[in-house]
């Protein structure tokens, strides 16, 4: 298995510096930031452009074109980050979207809006996505040491905050000024910023496989290191309920907080504005567990924490069906993004600091498959379930599989007595 060639082996004081002080962690997050404010703004135009070019069916088909390549190939992608190493790949992925948006934004001053450009961009990322995602995933481990990663965590997400922030407005100026083709430009030379930063990044070098031989490791097929990954998470101790945790939890989350929560407003008379409040107290509760981690560095007692967030964070979503007034449900709408996020970043930095780094992509493949793959299905199924039983009853259902991810976490004593180094 190849590993991370760059301009050094190590950062020199990644362990001993706080990751908010250390300039290599910090142009990292520079290059993440660019990277999802300039998807947010991609996401804005394909959107616009779509709905401009065809009906509101194929809008929504060019829409959801990048999920199938994206689930398919995820496990795939897991293997390519291990073996040619997460910042090549990245770097790789940025430079291909950049070029791919670009492409389009040029194909749009040129001539009118079309379907078919739009999808095969939206393929284009989607298949890209399925590298990028799982080599996102593995860097935090090669930039700092392990006692920093639960304070990147948090970094990382306030830095999905900062993009959904800001990405969606600069999206929509772009549009209004420019048309798509100049929304599209605006997001490829975000994309772009991102990479002269990420060749700056010094990366730490896995240890080597010692079970492994030279010669063994020139025979392997990325098809037996693809299943020695899906070995390896089924059988560590902590990694095997961690993934059963995260399925669940999200499961339980994605489909009340997308498509249920536009059907609660809708039923409840609140309104567009009245979602849109909801939504930003959803933010504001994840934006300030994730500021809590950045500063703090880590919490005790991880994987118990994280259990008993997720459990608290299920009541949370089954209340919030039941509130009649929008700023009650803005309340609750915070207290279930303070316990998502909680026990989302602690899942995370769990899987960062549990995970041997050689196999990282591709645990960090089988994760995104999990939350970017089996969670979205659970949104039709809401909608429908819904449009049958009513709110009700669905939050209830969907509260009740986000807690039996709870339960996994505390009832694994792997998981559950897991902690965080520092």
Known sequence: MSTETGTSTAAPTAVDRPAHRDGNVLRWLAAYTASMVGDTVYYVALSWAAVRAGTATEAGLVMSASALPRALLMLG????????????????????????????????????????????????????????????????????????????????????RFASITGAPLGGLAVALGGAAAAFALAGLLIAVSVPLLVTVRM????????V?????????????????????????????????????????????????????DERGWGASGMGWVLAGFGAGAG???????????????????????????????????????????????????????????????????????FLGRVTAVSGLVSLGLAPLSMPLTAASIGMWGTGPVFAVSAAVCGLGGVAALGFPGLRRAQLPG
Request: glycine letters at 14%; hydrophobic letters at 50%.
């Open 77 to 160: 992608g897991g293997v390519v980050a291990d073996r040619f190493g997460p910042r090549r790949v990245v770097i790789g992925s940025d430079a291909v979207r950049c070029a791919a948006v670009g492409a389009v934004a040029l194909l749009l001053f040129l001539t009118g809006p079309g379907l078919w450009p739009l999808a095969v961009l939206a393929l284009v990322f989607g298949t890209v996505d399925a590298v990028f995602m799982p080599a996102v995933g593995a860097l935090p481990a090669r930039i700092t040491g392990q006692g920093q990663l639960a304070r990147v965590q948090g970094m990382r997400g306030l830095a999905i």
């Open 213 to 265: 031989t030279r010669e063994d490791r020139g025979r392997r097929t990325a098809w037996r290191d693809l299943l020695d990954g899906l070995r390896y998470v089924r059988g560590h101790r902590i990694l095997g309920p961690l993934m059963l945790t995260i399925a669940l939890g999200d499961l339980g989350f994605v489909g009340p907080l997308n498509v249920g929560l536009t059907l609660l407003a």
């Open 204 to 211: 730490r070098e896995p240890a080597p496989d010692d079970t």
């Open 288 to 358: 300030a567990v994730s500021l809590l981690l950045a500063v703090r560095g880590r919490l005790p007692h991880a994987g118990r924490t994280a259990g008993w967030s997720l459990l608290a964070g299920c009541v949370a979503v089954g209340a919030l069906a039941r509130v009649p007034s929008v700023i009650g449900a803005v309340g609750i709408a915070a207290l279930v993004g303070l316990l998502a996020g909680l026990s989302g970043a602690l899942c995370g930095a769990l899987l960062q600091t549990h995970a041997d780094p050689a």
